[in-house]
């Protein structure tokens, strides 16, 4: 016998296919759901299930049921190329995984002010004390017209900002505070990146707008002062994994280079060996 919930998720299926509700919208209620299509609302639930295991929808913590924009959100390569952003006359750089001529909008107002940095890892990575004030950059930023794509929060160290008080500001351009550090002395700064999978915090998944159960892709990127050869700030980038891809270029140690140095290494000479 055919289950009530699949026939009811699959009318739900086609009035989202049919643009009734566009990527991101909420959907009705479970309640309303159940009102409509005379159902409990335990088979709603089970329909709602069946849309979310297909890719349709998906529970967002604090917002409800959500639309997905399609089964594969829109998705970005990340490579380890640092670009000057030309996106305004302002100066500044892109990182991974924008291009050089976008300017991300926020999602949420940007937050610039001192903060304490209590996560052991940020702070030792950075050069300061657990616990020590300092200032935060916080952004939630996207392509265009797209779902949140990233949360970013740099810290910035002491010395930075007393050199440079403008870099707790909102310039226009992307990036512009690490031009105004390296401009005040601290040129050029040199980044090294950390990659990791996890799960989401509850706040992470809602500014993200993505389940709890969806892992994020944790990039923080540490950049080194050219002045002094010491951190000069840490930024924690957070990804929804199904909006990002890695990309890098593999390069040969010394123990894996040729072996024979000497040997013409062209295809018709393998061919050639193996008798064909």
């Known amino acids: 016998m055919h289950s009530r919930y699949l026939d009811i998720a699959g009318k739900i299926r086609s009035r989202i296919e049919a643009g009734e509700w566009e990527p991101g919208a909420k959907l009705p209620r479970l309640d309303d759901f159940a009102a409509e299509y005379g ?3 335990d088979t709603i639930g089970r329909a709602i299930s069946a849309l979310e295991a297909e890719g349709y929808v998906w529970a967002v913590q604090g917002r409800g049921i959500i639309v997905r924009h399609g089964t594969i959100r829109p998705r970005r390569p990340r490579g ?4 000057r952003n030309t996106s305004t006359d302002s100066p500044g750089y892109s990182f991974p995984s924008a291009s050089a001529r976008e300017n991300w909008p926020h999602h949420v107002p940007p937050v610039a002010g001192p903060a304490p940095l209590t996560d052991p890892r940020i702070a030792g990575l950075l050069g300061v004390p657990v616990g020590s004030e300092v200032m935060r950059r916080f952004r939630v930023t996207g392509p265009e017209s797209e779902p949140p794509f990233q949360i970013a929060t740099s810290w910035i160290h002491p010395r930075g900002v007393e050199a440079v008080p403008e870099v ?3 310039a226009p351009g992307p990036g512009d505070w690490l031009y105004r550090l390296e401009q005040a002395g601290h040129w050029p700064i040199s980044w090294v990146e950390i990659h990791r999978a996890r799960n989401p915090t509850k706040e992470e998944a809602a500014l ?3 389940p709890t159960n969806l892992p994020v892709l944790e990039i923080v990127r540490r950049g080194v002062s050219g002045a002094d050869d010491k951190p000069i700030e840490v930024t924690v980038y957070v990804v929804a994994s199904d909006r990002v891809e890695t990309v890098h270029v593999l390069h040969r140690d010394d123990s894996a280079k040729d072996p024979w140095p000497n040997v013409d290494h062209k ?4 061919a050639q060996e193996a008798g064909e």
């Not at 295809?267 to 393998?270: A, R, T, V």
């Open 80 to 83: 380890d190329l640092v670009k």
């Open 168 to 170: 707790t500001g909102q």
């Open 267 to 270: 295809p018709e000479d393998h």
């Open 39 to 41: 159902a409990n609302r």
């Open 208 to 210: 993200l707008e993505i």
